[in-house]
């Protein structure tokens, strides 16, 4: 179990390269686009980057990993946030507790997919936004294509979990799929 999990350390997750990467700005704004939200939850939190960058939207924050490690260091950069010790199949926050569930880079490493997608649903009011590889194995970074989700597979999970709207945005390295609540 646990065998795709981020085991780098904190400060690989804020290196310019994989800033570069990860479009942070971009995921945000359209993480945010067609929705009032007050409140998120970042999902494998890790060193809380960007439950920093949605605070800086007005946004409240929290915050859960499955790393003391990572939320220490989380800590030290959104010290207002509620962070939590957690995995994304089983989220320590009550129902409707935000309105926006944030993961970013995460859901291609839980032990059940589809489980955490039901508990991102559970706690979010309005849309959980998954952040995650291309499905294609010719990219020079990111985990091997064997622990990848392909677009296809997130649909699908997205639909048994209960989201009722899926919209698939191409970045320029990743790829961000916002799962809406409603039907509209």
């Known amino acids: 179990m646990h065998e795709k999990r981020f085991d780098g350390s904190p400060d690989k997750l804020r290196s310019e390269n994989r800033l570069a990467i990860l479009e942070v700005n971009r995921v945000i704004d359209l993480s945010l ?3 009032e939200a007050a409140s998120m939850l970042d999902v494998g939190t890790g060193s809380g980057l960007f439950a920093e960058r949605f605070q800086t939207h007005g946004l409240q924050v929290a915050g859960v990993d499955v790393s003391q490690e990572m939320l220490d260091v989380a800590s030290q ?3 207002s946030a509620s962070l939590r010790l957690g995995t994304a199949e089983k989220l320590p926050f009550g129902d409707d ?3 926006l569930v944030f993961m970013g880079l ?3 490493e ?4 589809l489980q955490a997608l039901k508990e991102a649903r559970r706690v979010g009011r309005l849309r959980t936004a998954v952040l995650e590889w291309y499905y294609a194995a010719d990219q020079a970074f990111g985990p091997p294509l ?3 989700l392909s677009g296809e597979r997130i649909r ?3 639909e048994q979990a209960g989201f009722g709207k899926f919209s698939k945005h191409a970045l320029s390295n990743l790829v961000l799929y916002l799962l809406d609540v409603g039907l509209d």
């Open 77 to 79: 950069h959104v010290p």
């Open 146 to 148: 064997e622990h990848r």
């Open 33 to 35: 686009e067609g929705i």
């Open 110 to 113: 839980t032990d059940a997919p």
């Open 156 to 158: 699908e999970l997205s």
């Open 106 to 108: 995460v859901l291609h």
């Open 97 to 99: 507790f935000c309105d």
